[in-house]
């Protein structure tokens, strides 16, 4: 490969590369709290609701593992303006990334309802907790320390999912530098950079997480 | 009061307790001990009978009536059930704040003292899992008396704890017999249920089969299978 590497014609866009790296984290940890929200809901259900809503919240969770995310968005973006929604690229992928990882989540938190330490929930019960203070209280805590280790695994992947928005023009980082590629043609470059703020973006919330886990929930995480 | 499913785990319970009265339960695993206690504070659900306190029923039929039994009852279990997420004071006062709406300083200060009488003031700010089990079980008699009940139900408060922390825990309840709370006491400390006991309650298989002062119950049995109960234990 006979390739000269001219890093000044790329330099200059890396303010933009950034600006579109702030785009992607927002959109991770909007959909990732979304979908926290989701999948802590649809575990509750799936803990102490009745059979029908157990089975809705089955259908769901079945449904969005079971297809692909770009599909999901394809559908969100395209099929729904029919029925008169009519959504931005970007609201439209923040929704399915959330109800996407809403399922994942769901999964995932079902697994904390299942490893629920017993006695908490007869003391709370024993004390007139309503199932809502239940959650929110002792269940919601256990699940954040003893599922650490996946959440934040969860929410990684959501930062690297968000480079699926490029496909709806949405400029956050893949988006803006496919359009810096576009611009300079200096694809190792462009690819390069923006490989490397991935990795940074990645680290410094792998580290943001564990210590927001060691503060939050006392958990014992390693930093990096 | 009667509870149960195919085959009833409780028949036929039937105590008159007086208030300031410490009631000893005792009886061979599986005689019902347990889920008397777990009735009457509503975590099962009685298939038949009453309990009345100060002459009011205690409605059991369903999850909003059940707070009756929970103003009335508190529970302290045998493995001391404390929430692992939140300090020692905040094991005590949440209950008050969330579920009585309390005002939130005020619930914290009758907490750090309740604290205080139970002999944990410096450990308002521990995590359980900082506390011995003694401290721990002082803990949750401590977040049940927040509550204010009028009876307080301890559950075999002693049998998961290292027998050097028993005594601590033990001092604690009869401090709280000699300032004049109604309890029910299952155990299996037979010298401390005859101590702080004004009367001791023998159950099997679902039944009160005897009940009187300790000294007749112990020493004194009538039913048959009261005496081979007594004699088991004394032969430790």
């Known amino acids: 490969m006979n390739y000269s590497l001219i890093w000044s014609q790329v330099t200059p866009h890396i303010p933009y590369l950034l600006g579109g790296a702030a785009l992607t984290l927002q959109l991770a940890v909007i959909s990732f709290l979304a979908g926290w929200a989701i999948g802590l809901v649809n575990a509750s259900v799936l803990h102490f609701g009745p059979r029908p809503a157990r089975l809705a919240v089955q259908g769901y969770v079945t449904f969005f593992i079971n297809t692909p995310l770009l599909v999901q968005i394809f559908f969100i973006f395209f099929v729904l303006p029919d029925a008169g929604i009519l959504l931005s690229p970007y609201a439209a992928v923040a929704i399915g990334m959330s109800l996407n990882a809403g399922a994942y989540l769901t999964e995932i938190q079902r697994a904390g309802f299942q490893s629920l330490r017993r006695e908490e929930i007869d003391a709370a019960t024993a004390m007139g907790f309503s199932v809502p203070q239940m959650v929110w209280y002792v269940i919601l805590p256990h699940i954040a320390k003893a599922l650490y280790p996946p959440l934040s695994n969860q929410f990684i992947i959501q930062v690297m999912t968000t480079s699926i928005a490029a496909i709806f023009a949405v400029e956050e980082l893949t988006g803006r530098a496919y359009n810096v590629n576009s611009l300079t043609f200096r694809s190792l470059e462009v690819f390069s950079i923006t490989a490397v703020i991935y990795v940074v973006l990645t680290l410094a919330c792998s580290m943001a997480l564990a210590l927001l886990g060691r503060w939050l929930f006392r958990v014992k995480a390693r930093i990096l | 009061m009667s509870y149960g499913g195919k085959a009833d785990v409780l028949r036929g319970v039937s105590l008159d307790v007086e208030r300031g009265e410490v009631i000893g339960l005792i009886g061979p695993s599986g005689s019902g001990k347990s889920t008397i206690l777990r009735t009457l ?133 009869r401090a709280l017999q000699r300032d004049g709370m109604t309890m029910l006491i299952v155990s299996h400390e037979m010298g401390f249920i005859r101590e702080v006991a004004s009367r001791v309650a023998f159950l099997d298989q679902g039944s009160v089969v005897e009940v009187g002062p300790p000294a007749d119950v112990f020493d004194r049995p009538t039913s048959p299978r009261l005496r081979d109960f007594t004699s088991r234990i004394l032969r430790h």
């Open chain 2, 41 to 173: 504070v509503g975590l099962l659900k009685p298939k038949a009978g009453q309990v009345t306190v100060d002459g009011a029923p205690v409605d059991y039929a369903s999850r909003s009536s059940l707070r009756t039994a929970r103003d009335r009852f508190a529970i302290v279990f045998q493995q001391y059930n404390l929430f692992q997420n939140m300090t020692a004071l905040r094991n005590v006062a949440i209950a008050p704040t969330l579920v009585k709406k309390r005002d939130r300083g005020q619930v914290e200060a009758e907490a750090r003292a309740l604290l205080a009488r139970v002999g944990l003031a410096e450990k308002v700010n521990a995590y359980p899992d900082e506390l011995s089990g003694g401290q721990q079980q002082r803990v949750a008699i401590a977040r049940a008396l927040a509550l204010k009940p009028d009876i307080l139900l301890l559950d075999e408060v002693t049998a998961a704890l290292d027998p050097e922390l028993v005594g601590e825990v033990l001092d604690t309840i």
